[in-house]
């Protein structure tokens, strides 16, 4: 006579002996209950920094966990862990790179090269997409197959003399106005070995020398 799944059947059980459950249980469970996602996307606003769309799309994630390792020790910028780790990787989902077969334990020793300088952050999608296609191997071994390693100082400054030198006759008439397209030209050849802020920063204090230079010839 037992009405069969649906709305008419009694929940719960009626042919089923009750469990008295202890108050110090139910206590003790009350005290280890889980972060809300409200609250664990709340308190990572507050402890990192990061807004609400990034702290919502990290609790929706699989790589809380991993973020709150890499950033634990305070060398890598949380908003751009949390970026990488939520729209990045997702993006280079979406462009069939198989992101969820690399290890987590793989893509934190990228973050940990990362915070040592031994490349520049704008090769992690490179580098995240060289480790799923080679799985077996290390990061250190990406860094050096892709040609990643950080370049000196005075090896970037060669590549900006060279790029100016090449583009002598714009500098002559444009001055630091042809900023953009140095700064452009050696992106394209430095890009992933070098942080950007350090190439504008030279690229500027070179053209002005050279405009300097210039006005002296004339």
Same mark, same amino acid.
């Given at each position: 006579?037992?009405? +069969?799944? *649906?709305?008419? &059947?009694?929940?719960? /059980?009626?042919? @089923?002996?009750?469990?008295?459950?202890?108050? /110090?249980?139910?206590?003790?469970? &009350?005290?280890?209950?889980?972060?809300?996602?409200?609250?664990?996307?709340?308190?990572?606003?507050?402890?990192?920094?990061?807004?609400?769309?990034?702290?919502?799309?990290? !609790? =929706?994630? =699989?790589?809380?966990?991993?973020?709150? #390792? @890499? !950033?634990?020790? *305070?060398?890598?910028?949380? $908003?751009?862990?949390?970026?990488?780790?939520?729209? $990045?990787? +997702?993006?280079? /989902?979406?462009?069939?790179?198989? @992101? #969820?077969? !690399?290890?987590?334990? %793989?893509?934190?020793?990228?973050?940990?090269?990362?915070? %040592?300088?031994?490349?520049?952050?704008?090769?992690?999608?490179?580098?995240?997409?060289?480790?799923?296609?080679?799985?077996?191997?290390? $990061?250190?071994? *990406?860094?050096?197959?892709?040609?990643?390693?950080?370049?000196?100082?005075? /090896?970037?400054?060669?590549?900006? =003399?060279?790029?100016?030198?090449?583009?002598? %006759?714009?500098?002559?008439? %444009?001055?630091?106005?042809?900023?953009?397209?140095?700064? *452009?030209?050696?992106?394209?050849? !430095? +890009?992933? &070995?070098?942080?950007?802020?350090?190439?504008?920063?030279?690229?500027?204090?070179?053209?002005?020398?050279?405009?300097?230079?210039? $006005?002296?010839?004339?």
């Amino acid at each position: 006579m037992r009405p +069969r799944p *649906g709305a008419a &059947r009694m929940y719960p /059980e009626t042919d @089923v002996p009750e469990t008295p459950i202890p108050e /110090e249980y139910i206590a003790t469970l &009350r005290a280890n209950l889980p972060e809300t996602p409200e609250n664990l996307a709340k308190r990572l606003m507050d402890q990192f920094s990061l807004n609400q769309k990034l702290a919502k799309q990290l !609790v =929706d994630s =699989d790589y809380l966990s991993l973020f709150e #390792r @890499v !950033v634990a020790n *305070g060398a890598v910028q949380p $908003t751009f862990a949390a970026t990488f780790l939520t729209e $990045t990787c +997702r993006s280079l /989902e979406r462009e069939g790179v198989a @992101v #969820r077969t !690399v290890p987590d334990s %793989k893509i934190e020793a990228m973050f940990q090269l990362l915070a %040592k300088g031994a490349f520049a952050k704008e090769a992690m999608s490179d580098l995240l997409k060289w480790q799923a296609s080679n799985p077996s191997s290390d $990061t250190s071994e *990406g860094i050096q197959h892709l040609g990643l390693r950080m370049m000196s100082e005075t /090896e970037l400054e060669q590549v900006i =003399d060279r790029h100016i030198e090449k583009n002598k %006759k714009l500098v002559q008439t %444009k001055g630091q106005g042809a900023f953009p397209s140095i700064m *452009g030209s050696i992106m394209s050849e !430095v +890009r992933g &070995r070098t942080d950007p802020k350090l190439v504008t920063e030279v690229v500027k204090k070179r053209l002005a020398r050279a405009e300097v230079d210039s $006005t002296r010839e004339k």
